[in-house]
């Protein structure tokens, strides 16, 4: 197969000696070229050149083109690869805090995550992404939803009697808590339970509904302010400073810190235009009002976080993090 290098800049750039090479890093994501995530790559890289003046290129790698999906964490640590964007819960084996990334009731839109760097939950997720071997650069939030078969699921009550799939460990305790089975399929097969009625419904990002064409196979989608979000991250590979310099090496944080609002205003906008696609091909759209999200924002800190706080030595700690500035 071709490899497709997705290069933000030239590979070259003038000097005070002459013709100097830039320095190129190698930026893997595991989804298709048309996901909001690819374009976060692309955004980042096109400052990374900006505020590096070209000295710094970015080669995107996509659709898990260098690497599988999980094993870009391995990547990283090895040094084969400079930078990833990667959901922070699939760390949740190494480092438990991890886990909080996929927690049900902190998130209602992407915008929320963003006041984490200024809260002492931030270090807190520095340390535990450090704990295995990369370095977390910048976060951003992908919201997540219920699509489901039959009957509308609008409350947790609703739940009850559904075979469901959740996002992680902490949502799936959540769904068995109000009643559901819980069955757990690689993603790919989410469409096939469905059809065959192995599921009668999913909590699951927005991208997913659309990638795997779930449209075809719910019959009704929760949609507006939700209760659970995914937090993906961009992480570094540790020999990333010493590559580029100190300088450069700073002007890279900085162009993901600076890329996170981009990344959610594009997620609400993703989300909304998901939504509205999904109506225009048949499935009954569903808009929680207050006082709905409500009841799923106080169910999930009776059933996901008691569970959090229990199998995560510093879950009670993190939960209070959140709310409090560095």
């Not at 005070?16 to 890093?25: P, R, Y």
């Not at 400079?82 to 009731?105: F, K, N, Q, R, V």
């Not at 570094?236 to 002007?251: E, F, M």
């Not at 499935?283 to 995560?312: G, I, M, R």
């Amino acid at each position: 197969m071709k490899k497709i290098l997705w290069t933000a800049v030239a590979m070259l750039t003038l000097g005070s000696q002459g013709v100097m090479a830039a320095t190129n890093l190698k930026f893997s994501h595991s989804y298709t070229q048309s996901d909001a995530r690819h374009e976060w790559a692309a955004h980042v890289a096109g400052l990374i050149n900006e505020k590096t003046n070209g000295e710094v290129t970015v080669s995107i790698h996509p659709n898990q083109q260098i690497s599988k999906a999980m094993a870009q964490h391995q990547g990283l640590q090895q040094r084969r690869i400079d930078m990833a964007i990667y959901p922070l819960p699939w760390l949740s084996g190494m480092a438990p805090l991890t886990e909080i990334g996929a927690l049900p009731g902190l998130v209602t839109e992407p915008k929320d995550g963003l006041v984490w760097r200024e809260r002492r939950i931030w270090p807190m997720l520095e340390q535990a992404v450090a704990s295995t071997g990369v370095v977390l650069a910048g976060s951003g939030w992908a919201m997540a939803t219920i699509g489901n078969t039959g009957k509308p699921i609008l409350l947790p009550s609703d739940l009850a009697q559904n075979k469901m799939r959740g996002l992680g460990k902490s949502s799936e305790s959540m769904l068995m808590e109000n009643g559901a089975t819980i069955t757990s399929l690689p993603a790919s097969e989410i469409y096939q339970g469905l059809q065959t009625g192995v599921l009668t419904g999913v909590l699951t990002q927005y991208a997913s509904f659309e990638g795997y064409n779930l449209n075809e196979v719910i019959d009704h989608l929760m949609v507006g302010k939700g209760f659970i979000g995914g937090m993906h991250t961009i992480l570094l590979s540790p020999g990333v400073q010493k590559k580029v310099g100190d300088q450069h090496y700073q002007a890279i944080l900085e162009a993901v810190q600076e890329s996170e609002a981009w990344f959610a205003d594009k997620m609400a906008a993703d989300s909304q235009r998901i939504a509205q696609e999904f109506g225009e091909r048949g499935v009954t759209l569903h808009s929680l009002s207050d006082e709905q999200l409500q009841a799923w924002l106080d169910n999930a800190k009776k059933t996901a976080w008691p569970w959090f706080v229990k199998n995560v030595p510093e879950g009670a700690d993190a939960l209070k993090a959140i709310d409090e500035p560095l």
